[in-house]
């Protein structure tokens, strides 16, 4: 039980940082609704979907990697930090380079050719380059934090990236304007250059965060030593490369349909989907923070603790009761839908709301996919790992270039749904084969169901209703306190 109590501690301080620090950025969508029109935030919300892509691919997968060779070589710290960050610094200074020097084809391509508002487009292009570079370089000193248990530290610096990100949001919209307002050598100096509901200045804002995050991690940076182990390089590599592979398929799962979209719906109405999307997208950040928060604390605790005896009982437990938080979470943001789509201040992007649900069991499913997958990274088969992304990214894109003309982001939402309950069941299957962990699928099956169910009858037949939404909760969570009472007893009996 105190292998469990150290885990729920480590993830209880990665997941406050990231409720405060997703809270904070989920004040900006009201904001940004309000201020931009859909259009305009469909151009925000595809950006950042490229942005994911390619943040993927300068990874290179090697945050994985850097926890499996550092659990695997324990004498060789040093050497697989070294390794890991030269491998990233390289990619990303290439594509730097890369993509300033391009910037203005780039640009032209993703504006599909049209010459309005070109000029702008080049510059979010230059923006985006140098944010993605510097978040690329800041991915292996992360890792090192966490694996350090520096989980304090870790969390201060992205509270402090986020408020950074927030913070320079305020001042361009709502600062910026009232200082040109009251006239005066500094309100004529702001209005010389100043663009209201300019889009631009997010991306500003993005850049300067991620520059206090360097500035942050340099004593992490300063601990690298420029000493390439070449025969240990090639092992990580071999391990990395399919990771790479699999979270690009994950990040294409996750991302294309807003590409897509922009893509293949009539110019007239393209980006006014994709802004609706995107903003009913963020009702789905409550079910990712808790993922994000597990994934955080998970992967390097599932590395270090895999030489334990009990191990696989410790990963089937945690599975467990991750999938009742799961379920709950499931139940109750759908139940109490009618309040959060008040965060959406512009009424116009609330016809979107009926993606919701299904966007959330995709959440649902992936984050169990990414819990199960465990089994490949601890048995080093990644290449797994990437055969069950390639099946999910396959079904996302050929669902995709099928649905989306006909049925929209709906298509995209449904999309989405399939592709994560796909790759969760190859997951589980692959997984008992090769590397079996004693799930107790039964339980875990019938809370999936019982949620489904439950979230059908508050959205679809009681309309949304909030009072009938949130009593089938509290039944919900009655009935899993009921079967569980009996084991949740002798896990804290163990832990006395």
């Known amino acids: 039980m105190s292998v469990i109590k150290k885990f729920l501690g480590q993830t209880a301080v990665y997941g406050l940082s990231t409720v405060f620090s997703r809270l904070f950025n989920f004040i900006l969508t009201p904001l940004f609704t309000k201020v ?43 050497e697989v930090y070294n390794n890991s960050f030269i491998c990233i610094a390289f990619i990303a200074l ?19 050719g049209q010459k309005t508002q070109v000029l ?47 913070g320079f949001n305020l001042f361009f919209i709502y600062v910026v304007p009232l200082i040109i307002s009251n006239q005066g050598s500094a309100g004529a100096w702001f209005e010389s250059w100043y663009r209201p509901g300019w889009v631009g200045y997010v991306f500003i804002s993005n850049l300067i965060a991620s520059a206090v995050t360097f500035l942050l991690l340099l004593p992490e940076f300063l601990q690298i030593r420029f000493r390439f182990d070449k025969e240990l ?15 690009l398929s994950f990040i294409v799962n996750e991302n294309l349909d807003k590409i897509v979209l922009s893509r293949l719906l009539p110019d007239a109405i393209a980006d006014v989907q994709v802004g609706i999307y995107g903003a009913v997208c963020k009702i789905a950040i409550f079910l990712s923070i ?30 467990h009761y991750f999938v009742i938080a799961l379920s709950l979470l499931f139940v109750a943001l759908v139940a109490n839908i009618e309040l959060l789509k008040h965060f959406i201040q512009n009424k116009a992007y609330w016809v979107g709301l009926p993606a919701v649900p299904y ?36 079904i996302t894109i050929v669902f995709n270039l099928v649905l989306i003309p006909k049925y929209s982001y709906m298509g995209s939402a449904w999309v989405s749904m399939l592709a994560y309950s796909v790759m969760m069941v190859i997951s589980y299957v692959l997984g008992q084969k090769y590397y079996p962990i004693p799930y107790q699928l039964n339980r875990i099956l019938a809370y999936l169901l019982i949620s489904v169910v439950l979230v059908v009858l508050s959205f679809w037949v009681f309309h949304r209703n909030i ?22 007893k002798v896990l804290l009996a163990k832990g006395k």
């Open 120 to 166: 702008d487009y080049q510059q979010y292009i230059r923006f985006f380059v140098w944010l993605l570079f510097l978040d690329a370089i800041c991915v292996i000193p992360f890792a090192k934090l966490r694996a350090d248990d520096k989980a304090f530290k870790y969390s201060l610096i992205k509270f402090l990236n986020i408020g950074t990100f927030v």
């Open 359 to 394: 966007l959330l069991f995709g959440y649902v499913c992936l984050g169990i996919y990414m819990n199960l997958s465990i089994w490949y990274r601890l048995s080093d088969q990644t290449k797994y790992g990437l055969y069950i992304s390639m099946i999910g990214a396959v």
């Open 290 to 319: 808790f993922i994000t928060a597990f994934r955080l604390g998970a992967e390097p605790f599932f590395f270090s603790h895999a030489k334990q005896a009990n191990a696989r009982n410790t990963y089937a437990t945690i599975l």
């Open 94 to 112: 290439l594509f730097l380079i890369s993509g300033n020097v391009f910037a203005d084809a780039i640009a032209a391509w993703i504006n599909n």
């Open 36 to 78: 931009y029109a859909t259009s305009v935030y469909g151009i925000f919300t595809t950006l950042y979907s490229y942005a994911s892509l390619i943040n993927a691919v300068l990874a290179f997968g090697m945050e994985s990697t850097y926890f499996r060779y550092l659990n695997k070589h324990e004498d060789k710290k040093q």
């Open 467 to 488: 009072y009938i939404g949130n009593g089938l909760l509290l039944l919900f969570l009655a009935g899993i306190c009921y079967v569980e009472k009996d084991e949740v």
């Open 233 to 247: 390089f090639y092992k990580m590599l071999s391990y990395s490369w399919p990771i790479l592979v699999a979270n």
